[in-house]
Every structure is written in structure tokens, then in C-alpha cells.
């Protein structure tokens, strides 16, 4: 979201200063206007932070600090229910905060709230935080008095969602760290055991088959060459971080990685169930439906799934049902949208959204023991293959040899 540089008059008429977050500055006038200011001039900055230059950055760092976001919410809210002022709330939590970066930035927090400034308009200034949804969120429970249960909502919100990212992680951490150590075993015996052996079987001047001779320049290539992986690992890692900020390479990868058997299921389900996820909470918050949905899309990671989900809210702003337009699209599941038409119709699309969450959520425990299923055998069966090379291109030349004495 656009910052905006303003110029009001307080209610004594004295001239103040500050920026505020808002859409646009039609949006930016109100929200000044609401805290009884005369806006004078508004205008957008034109400063931009690193993490609006690098959307890619700050949605890394947001991740990164989301379980802590989730305490500090939950420890707010519970602060605010016990009746503790805003303010006061802040400054306990700035006290007992002990990390450096958090603590700078609810000290900031506190001296903006103590200013006058709405929480949602301070929030707004980390973006390597707090996202879209979570500034929505605050904003609407300020508007309408209960703040405390949104910031509760918020924890919940960010919870679930840390759940959903630790099945796929969990799922994809076991296969990797083995065949890293095997990787690291083969890795091991072609540049330190093998030579030994071959370098026998050399003296003993005889032919050797080809799986030998190809074993031997593979050692060889091990042990003279290994430094060579450094650099290229640096490399490949360094390739994958810049095609997650550029976004044509993002794009590119995203559609990839949903086109993956089974893989590309399990990350999708993970989507939807964040989507839903996030779009009952912005609705029960009181976030208007159409603006909901922007937020909703804004927030998925997956460039692919944002561009079917980018033009929701602008349907919606036509007049057109939200199950009927997802009915037109093939990328979401037919049981999405029918359940979606059943929350519509009840009136109770924020609970029917958090039953679609749910279900989700548990097809992606499914999938994930699925995948796990799949690629536990599979990367046995790789390994067996790579040790009974090895062991054949051994074990040939010896029977050979002592087949001619």
C-alpha cells in the first residue's frame, strides 16, 4: 500500500505533519479526517523502502517472523481484554521484548500510537512484518471497538497458517536430508575409498570394463575437482533467490512447480487453504467482500495462484457472485466454489470459508504422507542403483581377472 505525506490542522488549529498508509488519497483524507484533522495537503511519498522495492524480500522476512508476529499479537490482545490501554499494552511488550529488531520497532509502534497515529497506520510501516491483511484487519477492529478480539483473530490467522507451511516443510525435509547424507556418503567413497581400490586393480595391468574406467574418471573428477561444487552451489543458490524476486522467472517456476505430480497438489491445496483462510478473517473483521478478495490474493506468495485471484474483487465490484465466477475458472476445484455458493446463500460465507480452511488443511496431511510414500522408495531405489554401480564396477574387473588365471 502507497505512504502519504500530509499536512493537517489539529483541532486548535495548530500545524502538524506525518505520513499515513492508505489506497489512495481520497482514502488517506479520511482516515485523517476521522481523527478530527484538517488535511491541508496530502500526497504520496515518493521514498521507497527497500521492501517496496523488493516486494520478494520483505514477504521472505515476513516469514521469517511470523511466529513472533503471532506471540506479540496474542500477548496484545490479551494485554487489551484486560482493560490496559494501547499505549500501555505496547510498552510492557517493548519491555519484555528481547530481541533488538522487534523491540525497535514496538518502541516505534508505541511512540506513533502515543502521537496519535492509529495502530493500523504504524503497522503499516513494516512491511517486513505485517502485510496487507494484518493492517486491514487492525484497522477494521480499531473502526469498530474490538480491537483486542481482531488481534486474537490475527494470532489465530497467522497460527494456522504457520501449521499449513510446516506439513509442506515437513514433507519435503525428510526426503532432502537423506539424500543429502547419501549424496554425502557416494561423495565420500568416490574420492576416498574407490581410488584405493582402483589404483590395486591397476597394478595388476589388465583390461578394465567400462564401468570401471567410467567409476575411475569419476573418482578422479571427486578428488581432483571437488572444490568446483563451492562455487557452483553458491551459484545455483544465488539463481534460485533472484528468480523469486524477478517476477517473469517467478512466474515461470510457480506455474512449474504447481505442474509437478503430486508436489504441484500439495502446494496447491496449501493456496486454497491459506486463501480461505485469510478471506474468512478479513470478513469476519469487517472488510467489505470485494476489497476482502484483493487482500486475500495479495497475500499468496504464488504468482501463479494470484493471477487467477487478482480479478475476484473486480468482479465482485461488477455485481457478479463470488461462487459464480470461481464456477468459470478450471484452476479452482469444484468443491470450492459449491461450498462457496452454500456459504452465500446461508449467509454465513466467513464460517463456510473456515470449513473449506479445514478440509484443506487435512487433505494436506493426506498429500504430504502421499509424497512421502512416493519418494521414500524411490530415493532407496536410486541409491541402490548408485552403490550396485559401484560395487559392480569393483567387483567385475576382480572376477574377470581371476577368471583368465
Do not use: C
Not at 522487534?102 to 503497522?123: I, N, Q, T, W
Not at 514433507?171 to 567413497?189: E, R
Not at 480479478?311 to 465482485?316: K, P, Y
Amino acid at each position: 500500500m502507497p505512504t502519504f505525506n500530509y499536512t493537517v490542522l489539529n483541532e486548535q488549529g495548530k500545524q502538524q505533519k506525518g505520513t499515513v498508509v492508505a489506497d489512495s488519497v481520497t482514502q488517506a483524507r479520511q482516515h485523517l479526517t476521522e481523527k478530527k484533522l484538517y488535511p491541508v495537503d496530502v500526497r504520496e511519498s515518493t521514498r521507497r523502502t527497500r521492501a517496496d522495492s523488493l516486494p520478494g524480500l520483505a514477504a521472505m522476512s515476513r516469514a521469517r517472523a511470523a511466529p513472533r508476529v503471532a506471540a506479540l499479537a496474542r500477548d496484545l490482545s490479551s494485554l487489551l481484554g484486560a482493560g490496559v490501554t494501547l499505549t500501555d499494552a505496547l510498552q510492557a511488550l517493548y519491555r519484555q521484548e528481547p530481541g533488538s529488531k522487534l523491540k525497535a520497532m514496538l518502541g516505534s509502534l508505541r511512540e506513533e500510537v502515543s502521537a496519535g497515529s492509529s495502530l493500523a497506520d504504524a503497522v503499516a510501516k513494516y512491511p517486513g512484518y505485517f502485510e496487507r491483511l494484518h493492517i486491514e484487519m487492525i484497522r477494521g477492529g480499531e473502526a469498530s471497538g474490538a480491537l483486542d478480539k481482531v488481534l486474537d483473530r490475527l494470532a489465530q490467522n497467522l497460527t494456522r497458517r504457520l501449521d499449513i507451511r510446516a506439513k509442506v516443510t515437513a514433507a519435503l525435509t525428510y526426503p532432502a536430508a537423506v539424500l543429502a547424507v547419501a549424496l554425502g556418503v557416494v561423495t565420500f567413497l568416490m574420492a576416498k575409498v574407490v581410488p584405493d581400490i582402483v589404483s590395486i586393480l591397476a597394478e595388476r595391468d589388465i583390461e578394465l570394463p567400462l564401468s570401471t574406467k567410467v567409476l575411475m574418471g569419476l573418482s578422479g573428477f571427486a578428488r581432483n575437482f571437488w572444490w568446483l561444487l563451492i562455487p557452483l552451489a553458491a551459484i545455483l543458490l544465488l539463481l534460485v533467490v533472484l528468480s523469486r524476486l524477478w517476477k517473469p522467472s517467478r512466474r515461470i517456476s510457480d506455474v512449474f512447480l504447481y505442474s509437478i505430480p503430486i508436489l504441484g497438489s500439495l502446494l496447491k491445496k496449501s493456496s486454497l487453504s491459506r486463501f480461505a483462510t485469510g478471506l474468512a478473517t478479513l470478513l469476519q473483521g469487517g472488510v467489505p467482500l470485494d476489497k476482502a478478495l484483493d487482500i486475500a490474493s495479495e497475500m499468496e506468495g504464488n504468482v501463479e495462484f494470484r493471477r487467477h485471484t487478482g480479478e475476484l474483487g473486480a468482479a465482485i465490484r461488477d455485481g457478479k457472485n463470488l461462487s459464480e465466477v470461481l464456477r468459470r475458472t478450471s484452476f479452482f476445484p469444484p468443491t470450492f466454489s459449491v461450498m462457496v455458493a452454500v456459504g452465500e446463500q446461508s449467509g454465513t460465507l466467513e464460517t463456510t470459508l473456515e470449513r473449506v480452511s479445514d478440509a484443506y488443511a487435512k487433505d494436506l496431511e493426506h498429500t504430504s504422507n502421499k509424497l512421502l510414500s512416493v519418494l521414500e522408495p524411490a530415493i532407496v531405489i536410486v541409491l541402490a542403483a548408485v552403490v550396485g554401480f559401484i560395487a559392480l564396477a569393483v567387483i567385475q574387473p576382480i572376477l574377470e581377472s581371476s577368471a583368465t588365471m
